[in-house]
């Protein structure tokens, strides 16, 4: 009889683009990673999640496109907005949508019922959206000034269009934002936009117009660490599923980029480190003393609970952040390893809401690609052939 294969202690989290691919096109280094993690039956030898900061497809179209380009089953995949599945006290309320790709499928795949998009607005109000129609090509580009000008107006008006603006009006209607990537790596040989530009550009019209600060209700996608306590119920849902007895305890995050990938794999290590830390009452006596390190996030007990209730409570007790060098971050022109000190010098890219602690953004380790990652990490577990 074959000995039984050995029983992973820990999951990986892969970053994709940029980890895995760019663009259509996967990095050679994935291909050489996976055979590693893929049994002679197809299946992965540990429990593996696919955390994207993508959000403008349905999380199955993005699993198969995955799956194709790779060649490996693909079946844990999270969306920026796949966290959104837990806000269940919106979940019937009248929801404006803004976004990329099919929105309302996407909306109501998370679990909202009663949802609206912008062009649904943008036809119902035409007087508020004076973008010339008449140049408008068969395929419409991707702009951002209609979206920004019209979930202005629905801030402003408390979500009556039919109304004028309230600008001394305070608080507004609940914002949940999805993918805080300033930058990311498609095929170009720069980074490009992402999702968190447009939304510097919506936080600064609103302070612009009202002298407040937007309020989020919830932000998700990297580096929340809402994002990262869903990948971990994941995790822990795959060993369950394969009947892996012993719990997972360690979680290794892959990425390219060091103000997503890296600053919430820290941060989720650091929220894990003060759970174990609170069921021992002389660490806990020391972080109240304020010598533990505080939250780059105010943590509203509303947060924890949601996880909790939702989710269970974790079996992880670290997360540690593992950084490539096949995406946003280049070793030439960012930062050397273990060079805190540069970190602390170069621009913050991350979102308003992040403090920007150096420690956050410092790498447990810097390889090359995604398969000296992943043989880095077997050697660490002593897992597998070496």
Same mark, same amino acid.
């Given at each position: 009889?074959?000995?039984?294969?050995?029983?992973?202690?820990?999951?990986?989290?892969?970053?994709?683009?940029?980890?895995?691919?760019?663009?259509?096109?996967?990095?050679?280094?994935?291909?050489?990673?996976?055979?590693?993690?893929?049994? $002679?039956?197809?299946?992965?030898?540990?429990?593996?999640?696919?955390?994207?900061?993508?959000?403008?497809?349905?999380?199955?179209?993005?699993?198969?496109?995955?799956?194709?380009?790779?060649?490996?089953?693909?079946?844990?995949?999270?969306? $920026?907005? $796949?966290?959104?599945?837990?806000?269940?006290?919106?979940? !019937?309320?009248?929801?404006?949508?803004?976004?990329?790709?099919?929105?309302?499928?996407?909306?109501?795949?998370?679990?909202?019922?009663?949802?609206?998009?912008?062009?649904?607005?943008?036809?119902?109000?035409?007087?508020?959206?004076?973008?010339?129609?008449?140049?408008?090509?068969?395929?419409?580009?991707?702009?951002?000034?209609?979206?920004?000008?019209?979930?202005? !107006?629905?801030?402003?008006?408390?979500?009556?269009?039919?109304?004028?603006?309230?600008?001394?009006?305070?608080?507004?209607?609940?914002?949940?934002?999805?993918?805080?990537?300033?930058?990311?790596?498609?095929?170009?040989?720069?980074?490009?936009?992402?999702?968190?530009?447009?939304?510097?550009?919506?936080?600064?019209?609103?302070?612009?117009?009202?002298?407040?600060?937007?309020?989020?209700?919830?932000?998700?996608?990297?580096?929340?660490?809402?994002?990262?306590?869903?990948?971990?119920?994941?995790?822990?849902?795959?060993?369950?599923?394969?009947?892996?007895?012993?719990?997972?305890?360690?979680?290794?995050?892959?990425? !390219?980029?060091?103000?997503?990938?890296?600053?919430?794999?820290?941060?989720?290590?650091?929220?894990?480190?003060?759970?174990?830390?609170?069921?021992?009452?002389?660490?806990?006596?020391?972080?109240?003393?304020?010598?533990?390190?505080?939250?780059?996030?105010?943590?509203?007990?509303?947060?924890?609970?949601?996880?909790?209730?939702?989710?269970?409570?974790?079996?992880?007790?670290?997360?540690? $952040?593992?950084?490539?060098?096949?995406?946003?971050?280049?070793?030439?022109?960012?930062?050397?390893?273990?060079?805190?000190?540069?970190?602390?010098?170069?621009?913050?890219?991350?979102?308003?809401?992040?403090?920007?602690?150096?420690?956050?953004?410092?790498? !447990?380790?810097?390889?090359?690609?995604?398969?000296?990652?992943?043989?880095?990490?077997?050697?660490?577990?002593?897992?597998?052939?070496?």
């Amino acid at each position: 009889t074959e000995p039984a294969p050995p029983q992973p202690r820990f999951g990986l989290l892969f970053d994709i683009d940029g980890v895995l691919v760019r663009g259509k096109q996967p990095i050679p280094a994935a291909k050489k990673a996976f055979e590693k993690l893929v049994d $002679s039956q197809g299946r992965f030898v540990v429990p593996v999640v696919f955390v994207t900061n993508a959000g403008n497809c349905l999380r199955q179209t993005k699993a198969d496109q995955l799956a194709h380009i790779l060649g490996v089953p693909v079946n844990q995949v999270i969306l $920026s907005h $796949s966290p959104l599945r837990m806000f269940k006290k919106f979940h !019937d309320k009248c929801v404006l949508v803004s976004g990329q790709g099919p929105v309302l499928e996407i909306a109501k795949n998370v679990g909202f019922n009663n949802v609206v998009s912008v062009d649904m607005l943008r036809e119902s109000f035409p007087l508020m959206d004076m973008v010339d129609h008449n140049r408008r090509p068969k395929l419409p580009p991707i702009r951002w000034e209609t979206n920004l000008q019209l979930i202005v !107006d629905i801030l402003l008006t408390n979500g009556n269009l039919s109304s004028v603006h309230q600008t001394r009006k305070t608080p507004h209607i609940p914002l949940l934002a999805c993918n805080m990537d300033l930058m990311w790596m498609a095929e170009a040989h720069s980074p490009r936009f992402g999702h968190g530009t447009f939304l510097v550009c919506l936080e600064n019209i609103y302070k612009k117009i009202t002298g407040q600060d937007l309020k989020y209700e919830a932000l998700m996608g990297k580096p929340s660490e809402l994002t990262y306590h869903f990948a971990e119920y994941l995790i822990r849902s795959q060993a369950l599923q394969r009947q892996w007895e012993l719990p997972v305890t360690s979680l290794y995050a892959i990425g !390219d980029n060091l103000m997503t990938d890296i600053y919430g794999a820290n941060l989720y290590n650091r929220y894990l480190e003060e759970r174990v830390a609170r069921k021992n009452p002389k660490a806990v006596a020391q972080m109240a003393s304020g010598a533990g390190s505080g939250a780059a996030v105010p943590r509203e007990e509303e947060g924890d609970n949601l996880w909790e209730s939702e989710l269970a409570l974790p079996s992880a007790t670290s997360c540690k $952040s593992v950084l490539v060098c096949t995406g946003v971050y280049n070793p030439n022109v960012e930062v050397p390893p273990d060079a805190s000190h540069c970190i602390k010098e170069t621009v913050f890219h991350g979102h308003r809401d992040f403090r920007f602690d150096p420690a956050l953004v410092e790498p !447990d380790h810097i390889v090359q690609d995604v398969a000296e990652a992943v043989q880095r990490i077997f050697e660490q577990e002593k897992f597998g052939p070496q």
